[in-house]
């Protein structure tokens, strides 16, 4: 998917709560979130459908990851 065709703001967004430079950005679009590495955006973004990543950042919000 080109993700200048499916992108209501052409910004991508860092997270407030980054301060360490571990972090994502995300970009808001029509159909998709896309993600990718702050660190490294040379690499390809993921994209998630709407419902894919709220699911994912209310288990985030309420649950919390563990590391493996």
Known sequence: MN???NTLAQTWRTSSRSASGNCVEVL???????VRDSKNRAVAE????ASAWTAFV?????EGLTER
């Open 3 to 5: 993700i200048a065709d």
């Open 58 to 62: 209310t288990a985030v919000s309420n």
């Open 28 to 34: 808001l679009g029509s159909t998709e979130i896309h």
């Open 46 to 49: 993921l994209g998630f459908t």
